[in-house]
């Protein structure tokens, strides 16, 4: 009774066999459709073929549709690979040629500082320094005991000028504290010059690893 049952079972009409041949060649025609388009050309080759590297004659490279990717993934490899043959050539002129010629450099400026200009500059601070004292203690006091004699001979002859040896007074101190003051800020400012200079240089050999 059952082995009759399956026999029934597994038996397939007409319908049922033609309805398979359908679908299989309908999925013969689609294969056979998708191959044929794969293996087309298209009018305006797509972004990543129009970027790739032309031709020798200057055009576009035309391939089929299904090695488009791999044309496109091939170019761009070739461009990385020679932007990395670029940058390493670069790095390695820098290190032979450049590097050393910006380290000979330094150093003569490093040596022209160090044994030029410092020992100049340092004289011109000793008496910058020293002008600026004689300037705050002996030459004022001078000039004041002068201002004061002459203030007295002005008052005894003209009072009426009296306001003139008081102003001239007024500009003469006005006049010393000014260069006193200029003086003091050209030797900050040349200090401040200094160690920014030798901190640029410390700087710049820390970075080449000199």
């Not at 004292?133 to 201002?147: D, G, I, V, Y």
């Not at 007024?170 to 400012?189: F, K, T, Y």
């Amino acid at each position: 009774m059952s082995s009759c049952s399956v026999k029934y079972s597994c038996r397939m009409d007409r319908n049922e066999i033609s309805l398979v041949k359908t679908q299989l060649l309908l999925s013969g025609v689609k294969a056979l459709e998708i191959c044929r388009q794969a293996q087309t050309i298209r009018d305006s080759p797509p972004v990543l073929v129009a970027t790739t590297e032309p031709e020798s004659d200057g055009s576009v490279p035309r391939v089929p549709r299904s090695e488009e990717v791999t044309t496109a993934a091939r170019n761009l490899m070739s461009k990385f690979d020679h932007e990395v043959c670029q940058v390493q050539r670069a790095m390695s002129k820098f290190s032979s040629s450049t590097s050393p010629a910006l380290k000979s450099r330094l150093d003569d400026l490093d040596s022209l500082v160090t044994s030029t200009l410092s020992p100049r500059i340092r004289a011109l601070t000793v008496e910058a320094d020293k002008l600026t004292s004689e300037l705050a203690t002996t030459h004022t006091l001078a000039l004041k005991q002068l201002n004061d004699s002459l203030d007295k001979g002005m008052r005894k002859r003209r009072r009426r000028f009296r306001w003139v040896s008081r102003f001239g007074f007024v500009m003469l101190e006005w006049v010393l504290v000014g260069a006193m003051w200029w003086m003091w800020l050209v030797v900050m400012i040349f200090k401040i010059f200094r160690g920014l200079w030798r901190g640029t240089v410390s700087g710049i050999r820390w970075i080449l690893w000199l």
